[in-house]
């Protein structure tokens, strides 16, 4: 939190804050909501111009997760402190829903987790990708044998 930083730098830390953060309420209340990709979508067909807005980077930036950094950064809005906030908010729902699925069903261990809650996020963005790669892999159907 107190080192210098870009302002794209500190969108995916607050994104990944918010994702601990959102699935740490997740232990102590399991019932906890966040808004799912689908609502997104309906909010960005009929929802308030401000959450058409928000939607409009949700849905963009959670479309195009797999591209490489570059193409992540392009879409962020990095001028604009309440999109900023809103969306950062978002994305750190989203991935700390995606956390606690993986936990409660068992498919991420402790130590995982561990593991992530010690990332010091220097590399803020290239950890929300290795997370998200490693949540996405969790979800992946298993095969039968």
């Known amino acids: 939190m107190e080192r210098e930083q870009t302002r794209a730098e500190a969108f995916w830390v607050r994104s ?4 601990l953060g959102f699935f ?16 997104w979508k309906t909010l960005f067909a009929d929802g308030t ?3 058409r807005r928000i ?9 195009s997760e797999g591209e ?3 193409a992540l950064s392009r879409l962020l809005p990095l001028r604009n402190d309440a999109l900023f906030h809103a ?8 991935l700390g829903d995606q956390l606690y699925r993986a936990v409660s069903s068992g498919e991420l261990t402790q130590s ?8 010091p996020l220097t590399r803020p963005l290239q ?12 979800r992946a159907p298993r095969r039968a044998a």
């Open 16 to 19: 990944m804050e918010e994702a």
């Open 55 to 63: 939607a409009a980077f949700v849905l963009a930036i959670s479309a």
């Open 49 to 51: 111009d401000e959450q």
């Open 68 to 70: 490489g950094p570059e």
């Open 112 to 119: 995982q987790v561990r593991t992530m809650f010690k990332d």
């Open 87 to 94: 969306v950062s908010h978002a994305l750190g729902y989203l």
């Open 24 to 39: 740490g309420s997740k232990l102590i209340n399991p019932a906890r909501q966040c808004t799912a990709l689908t609502a």
């Open 127 to 138: 950890s929300w990708r290795a997370w998200k790669l490693m949540l996405a892999h969790k």
